[in-house]
């Protein structure tokens, strides 16, 4: 009992955890724990080792107070992955919630990657990626682990068609842009491809020689040309260097990616354009015609073009002719060749001239049939008095031109249209088209010159107008118009008369207005000039004079023979009036 009275409690008890040890042991206590665990700090990556692997986690020590988890699926491109190795992870947090430290290898990597991508760009890295798949414009390439978009123009110095060959392979690429932003990533191929081709293409260039024949591949096609890679230099080959024949685009007659010869036409002095040739390695075939053609000679050939003045006509590949429009038709008429030929028609031909030394050629289509104005029966066949009808083809100030037949044309004058209007152009009688019966007037075969008529299909009318018409006769007529000099008057049977300004005064002192109908004596009548001068206002003051001056009836038998002959000559021709208004009506039908 005594023992314990003696105890001293004071010395024994402590306030708090560790305030039992003495300063020097706790600094040797901090010591030792200071040398096993690490400072760390979060949002750093960090480097851990393996202790531990379970279905769910991979426990990995950073030398930390406590172990940190990752998920294991984190691992999957780590298949081989044991206890011991050595990772890299993210510190998302020293403690969370539960009192764990949080790890992810996952965005370690992905800070990795971004470093490396970063560097990459900076010292000009060639890096390797694998192509996931395709997308518009180009390709996605996984490089670290990041997904870095390739344009379909850096993929190659040529252009690519098909993009899904690439998918799935690896690719040697450079990082040429990074969007931080949006996290974005730009790589390219192309610039790979092109320091290499830097050397060729030097190469090539420094060697190069007009007539030079080389070899390349067709990298692109234009409406123009083609553009052909001569191993890191691009040539043109022209369309029209192309084939000596004529041909409407390239893909007639190459293909993309095709190998093809061709031979170096020209280059500028700075060696950065190239002319190229491939009909140039083949001899021209102007040079390889028949020495049997010449002028008078029939060939076959293709039509190949239509101008508005002419056609070609391809006698072979490079070969052609011009058929101009005057040498389609013996007709007077020029019309659009297109009216007679069309792109691709086999026809013949007959040369008219030819210069094997300017490989020029002229043909004709016409010359295949006998000129109509040489027809033995032409004569005969239009004779002057023969009637015949034809195709109106123009129109002028004096007359139309009339096709009876191919070739063969007449003129009709204004003035043969008709015999009682008067026209003042043909377009007021007849449109172009139309078809006009005629009869020949005169015939000159030599200087291949046709007058025609189309009145004269009729007999004159005039002949018998003059005992209708006769001076001092009254007839009702219609007033169709008037200006300052007088009124044209509508008579019978489609005729046309005029009355001057003086002669239009009315009884009531008046004058006679447009579209009233009055009679009107006639005073002047010229069968040659087709003229009859009218007039009202003699109607009624030649009634007059009778009665003011008798000393003119000096006999009583005079009136009635006076009368008679005016009653003749405007009743005593009904008949012939009747027939001569019936073949009238009948030549308007």
Not at 435 to 440: N, T
Not at 466 to 491: I, Q, Y
Request: hydrophobic share 40%; net charge negative.
């Amino acid at each position: 009992m005594s023992n314990q009275k003696d105890f001293n409690w004071e010395d024994f008890d402590t306030k708090g955890f560790g305030e039992g040890y003495s300063k020097d042991k706790r600094a040797e206590m901090e010591a030792l724990y200071a040398g096993t665990l690490n400072e760390i700090t979060e949002k750093e990556v960090i480097k851990g080792t393996v202790v531990g692997i379970n279905d769910k986690d991979v426990i990995i020590n950073i030398g930390f107070k406590s172990d940190g988890l990752v998920p294991r699926t984190e691992f999957r491109d780590l298949p081989d992955l044991k206890i011991g190795d050595e990772v890299e992870l993210f510190i998302e947090e020293q403690e969370n919630s539960l009192g764990q430290l949080v790890l992810s290898r996952k965005k370690a990597r992905m800070v990795r990657a971004w470093s490396d991508i970063e560097a990459a760009l900076e010292h000009d890295n060639v890096i390797e990626g694998l192509v996931k798949r395709r997308t518009k414009g180009g390709l996605i390439v996984d490089i670290y682990g990041v997904e870095a978009f390739l344009p379909g123009s850096q993929i190659d110095v040529k252009p690519i068609r098909d993009f899904d060959i690439y998918v799935g392979k690896k690719m040697e690429v450079k990082v040429v842009k990074i969007n931080h932003t949006n996290d974005n990533v730009v790589v390219s191929h192309k610039v790979l491809i092109e320091k290499d081709l830097e050397k060729q293409k030097a190469e090539i260039l420094n060697n190069l020689e007009k007539g030079q024949v080389l070899e390349g591949v067709i990298k692109n096609m234009t409406n123009f040309g083609v553009f052909i890679d001569l191993g890191g230099v691009d040539g043109l080959l022209h369309i029209t260097d192309i084939s000596w024949g004529r041909i409407n685009h390239p893909e007639e007659v190459l293909n993309l990616d095709d190998k093809v010869q061709i031979v170096v036409l020209d280059f500028d002095d700075d060696k950065k354009r190239i002319s190229l040739g491939m009909k140039q390695l083949t001899a021209h075939p102007w040079d390889a015609l028949s020495a049997e053609l010449e002028i008078g000679s029939k060939v076959q050939g293709k039509i190949v073009n239509v101008a508005d003045y002419g056609a070609f006509l391809e006698l072979a590949p490079g070969v052609e002719g011009l058929i101009h429009v005057s040498e389609m038709s013996w007709s007077q008429h020029l019309r659009n060749p297109a009216d007679f030929v069309k792109v691709g028609d086999e026809i013949q031909a007959v040369v008219l001239t030819l210069d094997k030394d300017e490989r020029k050629m002229s043909l004709g289509i016409k010359q295949l049939t006998e000129d109509p104005w040489t027809k033995g029966d032409m004569a005969a066949k239009y004779a002057v008095g023969t009637k015949h009808k034809g195709v109106v083809r123009n129109l002028t100030n004096f007359g139309l031109f009339l096709e009876l037949e191919e070739g063969i044309d007449g003129l009709v004058h204004v003035s043969d249209l008709s015999w009682t209007k008067k026209i003042k152009h043909p377009s007021e009688f007849v449109k172009v088209g139309d078809e006009l019966d005629v009869a020949v007037l005169e015939l000159d075969v030599d200087n291949r010159r046709l007058a025609l008529g189309h009145k004269q299909l009729e007999e004159n009318p005039w002949d018998t107008f003059e005992s209708v018409f006769p001076v001092g006769s009254d007839h009702k007529c219609t007033v169709v118009s008037k200006n300052d000099k007088g009124a044209v008057l509508e008579l019978p049977y489609g005729l046309e008369g005029f009355a001057t300004s003086k002669n239009l005064e009315k009884a009531d002192g008046s004058s006679v207005e447009v579209g009233e109908a009055l009679d009107f004596k006639v005073t002047e009548f010229s069968k040659d000039d087709k003229r009859i001068v009218l007039s009202h206002t003699a109607t009624f003051r030649e009634e007059a004079k009778p009665a003011a001056a008798p000393k003119k009836a000096k006999k009583k038998e005079d009136a009635p023979s006076s009368a008679a002959p005016a009653e003749k000559s405007t009743l005593g021709d009904l008949d012939a009036l009747a027939e001569l208004k019936e073949k009238m009506e009948g030549g308007k039908k």
